[in-house]
């Protein structure tokens, strides 16, 4: 009896040893983005778009990193600044907010500054608890949007921002 | 015979692109401003990627009596994001343009209970929505009527 029990207890070893080769690491990185719009804008929020095209490796600087690899992305930190080139100041806005959509996924709040005060940049954002970008990170694309709530009536030129997002990632290690 | 071959391929490529304009059309007549039965917001819906939004851009009661500033979603059931305020708040996400005059797979989410349903859209007629919110399955659910905010023409 003992001897037929060795060849399961043998394969359960090996299989736990196999398991144990796909470990997860914790990863850091920052996305840089630049979201735009035509005006004219009015009084009330108004949206700047920013698309990204995944490319898992490149983000995270590892080679041979695939999309199937990232188990999890939260926010770490989000700031946003204006263009220097762009004719409008803080005191023009409320507040601010960040959104992602692509693929399948629902549109997903990020990130939050409401009221923006003072003229200090770049402004920090509060970011979502809850919001996991992994999903998102599965589509080829995807497009975050950056809302501006103005305080004007009219700005009639084209608006740019930067966003800048600091994430934390887990990706699968073999 | 090639001639009439190319002729055959630029008919064919002609109607297809007619076709799906004319779809993109029908889909887009969502885009507008348009009024809950309530009457205390108004919801301007756009389309970003193909899919439906509609955010709040007008309260009938901006002002929070309780803090004396503008309404926020003091309800969100994530904390971080409860600052966000209700003014430019999307309410209404990720709609497709499914059938004739129906818009489906999107979301509704009530900031009077911190609430998300699912939702179907059915435009009745031109200046009319049908919305449902529901759980699970449509027969349990609620509708309203929503109307197309009509902008007055300038006078001459």
Known sequence: ??????????SFIMLLGLFSCTSTEQKEATLQLKATAQGPFFAGPNSLMAEYSINPADLFDSEGLKKS?????????????????DSIALDQFTSVSLSIVGGDEPMTALAILNPIEGSNTPLTLTVSEEADLAPFFQADKVTFILDWDFISDDYREEMNSQITLNLNAALKSN | MKNMMRSFLTVVLISFTSLIMAQDGEADRLVGVWEPSHGKAKVKIEKINDKYYGKIVWL????????E???????????????????GYRILKDFEYTDK????????????????????????????????????????????????????????
């Open chain 1, 69 to 85: 690899d990232i188990e999890e992305v939260k926010l770490k930190s989000v700031s946003i600044d204006l263009a220097k080139s």
């Open chain 2, 69 to 87: 500033k503008p309404k926020v979603d003091k309800n969100n059931p994530d904390e971080k994001m409860r600052s966000t305020p209700l003014r």
């Open chain 2, 60 to 67: 009938r009661e901006p002002i929070d009596p309780e803090t």
């Open chain 1, 1 to 10: 009896m003992r001897k037929m029990r060795l060849p399961f207890i043998l």
């Open chain 2, 101 to 156: 005059d129906t818009w489906t797979e999107g979301t509704i989410y009530d900031p009077e209970n911190g609430n998300t349903y699912n939702c179907t859209i059915k435009m009745t007629d031109e200046n009319t929505l049908d919305i449902r919110g529901y759980i699970g399955i449509s027969t349990f659910g609620r509708s309203d009527v929503w109307k197309r905010l009509k902008i007055p023409s300038r006078k001459k």
